[in-house]
């Protein structure tokens, strides 16, 4: 094992070096960084390539010993111009990131599939990969349709973020991972959750909330992770209103660690870390 990973939505008050120490404090040796908003006003911390807290924050990074395995939250629209994440691009380069996370939030197909292949040109000249996540409530809403969008676009630097809630809570199924080209798979989230979902008009706030720590639910997270490719890099989402962030991220560590290493076999082959 490489480390486990924790994303920002697990602990979102924090800012980006206060998350650094609190997360390395619980026993996270990676972090993903909301640095840009799900949606215009929601929380996020933007930092500039080349500025004076982008130097403090590396600082901070390597004080810790921590990396940083993903950047978010890009949602792709109609309107999307893909020339205006040149910016954020930068800064995940800068932080070492691994890769950019996006959402397919545009019904038109074919407009969204070349929006996305253009982002990962554009990431790739700064050493990114681009996952989409899919979620139940977006127009990218299954494992399939996120990749047929990747599939789509034909970009080697481009993958899918299976998160685990968003994969039951959009009808999926272990057996739907057979069936996707492992080389699509790079990056899982962890959380768990009841297996009988919540009503329709409660679905986000559930994943935005809600969730679970694994092994305290009834989602197959053993079999999913047997069924993932065994590179995938694992991180814990798990944001929950019942606790302080800090109380979080230490739950999040121990418990996860504890279920990863007493409840799942772990080969050599398995890097637990964050794609986060």
Not at 162 to 189: K, M, T, Y
Request: glycine fraction near 10%.
């Amino acid at each position: 094992m490489t480390g486990l990973g924790v994303a920002h939505l697990t602990a979102l008050q924090l800012a980006p070096a206060r998350l650094v120490r609190e997360a390395r404090h619980a026993g996270f040796s990676a972090v993903g960084l909301r640095l840009h908003p799900v949606m215009a006003g929601a929380l996020a911390y933007p930092v500039a390539a080349g500025s004076q807290a982008m130097r403090e924050l590396r600082a901070v990074l390597a004080g810790e010993g921590v990396r940083v395995t993903d950047i978010e939250f890009v949602s792709l629209t109609a309107q999307t111009r893909v020339a205006d994440y040149q910016p954020l691009l930068a800064a995940g380069a800068e932080l070492g990131a691994v890769s950019l996370t996006v959402s397919g939030d545009d019904e038109d197909v074919a407009r969204l599939t070349s929006n996305f292949a253009a982002l990962c040109e554009l990431a790739r000249g700064h050493g990114l990969r681009v996952d989409l996540e899919f979620m139940r409530w977006r127009p990218v809403a299954t494992l399939q349709q996120a990749c047929a969008v990747v599939t789509g676009a034909g970009q080697a630097n481009s993958g899918v973020l299976v998160d685990a809630l968003h994969l039951f809570r959009s009808g999926g199924q272990v057996v739907d991972i057979g069936a996707v080209d492992p080389h699509l798979l790079r990056a899982v989230q962890l959380c768990d959750a009841p297996m009988l979902a919540p009503a329709e008009a409660l679905i986000i706030a559930e994943a935005r909330e809600g969730r679970l720590l694994p092994g305290e639910g009834q989602l197959p997270l053993a079999t999913l992770l047997a069924a993932l490719p065994g590179d995938v890099k694992i991180s814990v989402e798990v944001p929950c209103a019942g606790l302080p962030a800090e109380q979080r991220l230490q739950a999040a560590a121990q418990v996860t660690h504890g279920w990863l290493h007493g409840r799942r076999p772990v080969s050599p082959a398995v890097q637990v870390a964050g794609h986060c």
